[in-house]
């Protein structure tokens, strides 16, 4: 597997150098297996990168402008996965943490959603295949926003969400086994 030596670049060059994604096919098997892909053609899949110095091992960076979420490893490395990010009024930035996880998480949309679009349901339980949180969530700090999966994978690599930050079932459920409750998040653009 090939990984990018960050550490010998210029400071912008290395971070721009780190938003780039390997091909999938370099993905190691096993820690990285993907298995059946659902992935939206052009949206590269989670893969190990350089990392610069600086951020400490288990945090979990969100960059939204590229659609990516980091989790941070020992010895300058992350895990790079693609998400789906918030579009118009709903971007955010800050920090936060991961209050709470849950597998197959029900869904009920918010009277915001429901007036935006009258036909979603008022509740949909955890574990049905058209629950657009998928089949992992890990809620942020004490608002409404949560890492999830998706019911929709090719909306993954777009701005779509009401806030949330969405993510490949098959990534969030390996995200999901990684982190535990109280992993810092930080968010930006």
């Not at 597997?1 to 400071?11: S, V």
């Amino acid at each position: 597997m090939r990984i990018l030596d960050l550490r010998r670049m210029a400071p912008a060059m290395a971070a721009a150098a780190m938003l780039f994604a390997l091909p999938p096919g370099q993905a190691s098997a096993g820690l990285f297996d993907f298995g059946a892909s659902t992935q939206r053609q052009g949206v590269t899949g989670r893969h190990l990168v350089a990392f610069p110095p600086g951020y400490t091992p288990g945090t979990i960076l969100v960059q939204f402008s590229q659609r990516r979420l980091y989790l941070v490893l020992p010895q300058q490395r992350a895990i790079s996965y693609p998400i789906g990010a918030p579009k118009g009024d709903a971007r955010w930035s800050g920090e936060t943490y991961v209050s709470e996880k849950r597998v197959n998480p029900s869904w009920t949309p918010t009277p915001e959603m429901r007036a935006e679009n009258p036909d979603l349901p008022a509740y949909v339980p955890g574990g049905h295949p058209q629950n657009p949180l998928g089949v992992r969530a890990m809620y942020l700090g004490k608002s409404l926003y949560r890492i999830h999966g998706t019911d929709a994978p090719w909306t993954v690599g777009q701005e779509v969400s009401h806030g949330c930050i969405r993510m490949f079932n098959q990534d969030v459920a390996d995200l999901y086994q990684r982190v535990p409750i109280g992993t810092p998040v930080v968010v930006g653009w």
